[in-house]
């Protein structure tokens, strides 16, 4: 969608208060942000407590996140994107 020439960013709305289509709002996208890093972090917190014992708080975050924000940026949440479509058209037909 545009406004007065210029693209609308992903969680700006246009004239008749309405998101570009296919496009969800912020809110969705930090709910299943959410969906996807807590569980990441909850077993990348348990397998690393099998190695991770003596390292520093700082370091294990470095590592844990160094792995969950690119698994999920790249792959889960996409991901779960195109199913909450889906599932959004689904119910918009009906």
């Known amino acids: 969608m545009e406004r007065e020439g210029k693209a609308l960013?992903?969680?700006?709305?246009?004239g008749q208060h309405r998101h570009a289509p296919g496009v969800a709002s912020v809110h969705v996208r930090v709910i299943v942000t959410w969906l996807a890093i807590f569980p990441l972090?909850?077993?990348?917190?348990?397998?690393?407590?099998?190695?991770?014992t003596g390292w520093s708080p700082v370091l294990r975050a470095l590592l844990l996140t160094a792995v969950v924000v690119p698994?999920?940026?790249?792959?889960?949440?996409?991901?779960?994107?195109?199913a909450y479509g889906k599932?959004?058209?689904?119910h918009q037909t009906r």
Do not use: W
């Not at 599932?87 to 689904?90: A, I, Q, V, W, Y």
């Open 71 to 82: 698994t999920t940026v790249y792959f889960i949440v996409p991901k779960l994107l195109l």
């Open 9 to 14: 960013a992903a969680d700006e709305l246009d």
């Open 87 to 90: 599932l959004s058209r689904r």
């Open 41 to 52: 972090v909850a077993v990348g917190m348990s397998v690393m407590g099998l190695f991770a």
